[in-house]
Nanobody, 119 residues
Framework: QVQLVESGGGLVEAGGSLRLSCAASGSIRSINDMGWYRQAPGKQREMVALVSSGGTAINADSVKGRFTIDRDNAKNTVYLQMNSLKPEDTAVYYC?????????????WGQGTQVTVSS
């Protein structure tokens, strides 16, 4: 079993910052990707940022220059530093952990943490 526990969401004014954390536990493969997705009301879930266990990171165009993803492999924890927040960043943010094994993809999700940015 794999569990993901998120923390760090909340309410912030536009222009402010938040830092999300997600700690994974259980039977985790050493080579994996961790990242963050978000879902706003009435919209589909979208990728925000991903980082591989080797440290390669990608960010959605909408957050480039404002959000930074990093991870601590020893702690199986991924972080999302969010700066210059905008009202359109308001969403439930979900942590994701995934890897491939024998051609199959394994995905695990956190429970979600609400981020609300007021204008």
């Amino acid at each position: 079993q794999v569990q993901l526990v998120e923390s760090g969401g909340g309410l912030v004014e536009a222009g402010g910052s938040l830092r999300l954390s997600c700690a994974a536990s259980g039977s985790i493969r050493s080579i994996n990707d961790m990242g963050w997705y978000r879902q706003a009301p009435g919209k589909q879930r979208e990728m925000v940022a991903l980082v591989s266990s080797g440290g390669t990171a990608i960010n959605a165009d909408s957050v480039k220059g404002r959000f930074t993803i990093d991870r601590d492999n020893a702690k199986n924890t991924v972080y999302l530093q969010m700066n210059s927040l905008k009202p359109e960043d308001t969403a439930v943010y979900y942590c994701n952990l995934n890897w491939r094994e024998l051609g199959r993809r394994y995905d695990y999700w956190g429970q979600g943490t609400q981020v609300t940015v007021s204008s």
